[in-house]
């Protein structure tokens, strides 16, 4: 199955100060054959930059009706929960994406807003049924681009970048063992950092390509850019 892109409910309908070049920065991220999936009030977005979602999941409690009926006659898929129901409906259409055979799943427009659908959106991206694919969370806000992902126990990664892009390292577990970085300012070999500790925040981009290898633990990254960087 192609990628899997899925709109959230997040900041963008939200802020004034959200611009149209945020909107081209955010189109730019897609590709052609990406599946658009709208979690609930989160079509919302996807229809700010002129896009047509091919699936609707949730209980559309955020949707206005005649919204859902003209989705419905484009023939975009629907698909209905409850009110009353144990996950969000952004986890919903995560669940979705990994049932139709998604390898791989980028989440927009999931931060901003309420700070507890924030921090459960980033965390998500933990969740050990999405171990084995390829989710990241990517955030357009006031001419920067904001991407994230988890990595894993033993894990090795190279984000491409420009110099003086900003990167931040975040422990998710109690602690993160054996963590290497290349290629920032302040590089890192063998060092164990623990939950609640702020040493990996705010480093920065020294060459184009970063490397990050980690030991035992979970470790959030997060990559900030400049648009057009």
């Keep these: 199955m192609n990628r899997v892109v899925i709109f959230a409910n997040g900041v963008m309908q939200h802020s004034v100060q959200h611009s149209a070049a945020d909107d081209a920065a955010l189109r730019a991220l897609l590709d052609a054959d990406d599946v658009i999936c709208c979690a609930d009030g989160g079509v919302a977005h996807a229809l700010t930059i002129g896009l047509k979602p091919q699936v609707l999941i949730g209980d559309h409690d955020s949707i206005a009706p005649e919204v859902l009926a003209q ?25 979705w994406a990994v049932a139709q055979g998604a390898s791989e799943v980028m989440l927009v427009t999931a931060l901003g807003g309420r700070l507890d659908h924030l921090l459960a959106n980033v965390l998500l991206m933990t969740h050990s049924d999405y171990a084995y694919i390829h989710l990241t969370l990517v955030d357009v806000h006031q001419g920067q681009v904001q ?11 190279e984000l491409h970048g420009a110099v003086g892009d900003g990167l931040s390292l975040i422990p998710l577990s109690p602690t993160v063992e054996s963590v290497c970085l290349k290629g920032t300012q302040w590089p890192l070999k063998n060092h164990t950092l623990a939950q609640g500790d702020t040493t990996g925040i705010s480093n920065v981009f020294i060459k184009t390509k970063v490397k990050i290898e980690i030991g035992e633990g979970e470790l959030l990254v997060v990559h900030t850019s400049s648009i057009g960087s």
């Design 71 to 95: 989705l419905q006659t484009a023939g975009a898929e629907i698909i209905t929960h409850p009110k009353n129901k144990d996950k969000t409906d952004l986890h919903l259409a995560i669940d």
């Design 147 to 157: 991407w994230a992902c988890v990595l894993h126990a033993h894990d090795a990664f």
